[in-house]
């Protein structure tokens, strides 16, 4: 199938850097696209873009607060965008260029390679160990198998019988790193795809100094276990 994005070059960087750090891609401000897609189903791209503009509204919390979104809607996030990148961004990168050294490229690639790893590795190691095996007993955690297509978004699957669900475990720094922590709609894909095949749901745990700092996802996994056992017990 011949692709239809738009190729945007070196600038892709920096449109994807600004608009994921400001977040003008998700669905609060566009809808949420790959359920608005799904549901539309369509066999062209017009099709889909009438599609959208006919039924898409902002995701909020509060249903009643969600507006509809039009052409206009996307043009006004378009020049959001480009005020903060010229206005936020360039400065700020302007700034990081002029103070750069070899030392600061030989460290970060060491830091990276060596220190996030591990720090990385130990802090999976505690959310689950130290504390969600021990809130559920009875639930198998195990680290996701490398060569499977949805090991690079879940680090961990818990086993409920035959059925299993996901773990993707992030520092709670996470939304201030490098672009925002975000959930891409590839991601998205990805957990959708783990949920259709295994029958479980992805969950993301933010921890803070081996702890859950999103601590409500802890009722949200239990009540997902809930329903996984009942599914086994039929």
Not at 150 to 160: E, P, S
Request: net charge negative.
């Amino acid at each position: 199938m011949e692709k239809t994005s738009k190729n945007f070059g070196n600038k892709e960087h920096v449109l994807n850097y600004a608009c994921q750090l400001f977040q003008l891609s998700r669905p609060p401000k566009v809808g949420a696209v790959m359920e608005l897609i799904r549901k539309c189903q369509p066999s062209s791209l017009k099709e889909w873009e009438d599609w959208y503009f006919e039924n898409a509204y902002t995701d909020k919390k509060d249903p009643k607060k969600a507006t509809k979104v039009t052409i206009e809607t996307i043009e006004e996030l378009g020049e959001r965008l480009y005020y903060k990148i010229k206005n936020v961004v360039i400065p700020q990168w302007e700034e990081a260029f002029q103070k750069l050294t070899l030392q600061d490229c030989i460290d970060y690639v060491y830091n990276v390679t060596i220190n996030r790893t591990f720090d990385g590795y130990m802090r999976e190691k505690s959310v689950v160990n130290d504390n969600l095996a021990k809130i559920f007993k009875d639930v198998i955690f195990e680290e996701s198998d490398p060569h499977l297509d949805h090991a690079g978004d879940i680090d961990y699957i818990a086993k409920v019988g035959s059925l299993q669900f996901g773990l993707q475990i992030k520092p709670i720094t996470a939304n201030a790193n490098f672009g925002g922590y975000s959930l891409s709609e590839r991601m998205k894909a990805s957990f959708d795809e783990f949920t259709e095949e295994y029958g479980g749901k992805v969950f993301i745990v933010y921890s803070e100094k081996g702890k859950i700092a999103n601590s409500e996802v802890v009722e949200q996994i239990r009540a997902e276990i809930a329903r996984l056992k009942s599914i086994e017990e039929k």
